[in-house]
């Protein structure tokens, strides 16, 4: 399976949201449920992916 595809969509879905929040100035109005769903997506999705690995090592989490 290719996880490419899917580490560049969840870095995006993060850049997305912080864009969102703090350039549009809606920070200081972020409730914090909204935070929490955000952050267990996140949480989520990257334990997902990498349980597709064969070691915790084979996935390179820099940001390009």
């Known amino acids: 399976m290719e996880l490419k595809k899917y580490k560049v969509l969840l870095f995006e879905k993060i850049k997305t949201q912080i864009t969102d929040w703090?350039?549009?100035n809606l920070s200081e109005n972020i409730k914090k449920e909204e935070v929490y769903?955000?952050?267990h997506s996140i949480k989520g999705?990257?334990?997902a992916l990498l349980e597709h690995c064969s070691s915790p090592g084979s996935i390179s989490w820099q940001i390009i």
Do not use: K, S
Request: aromatic content about 22%.
């Open 22 to 24: 703090f350039e549009n």
């Open 37 to 39: 769903r955000f952050l």
């Open 45 to 47: 999705t990257a334990g």
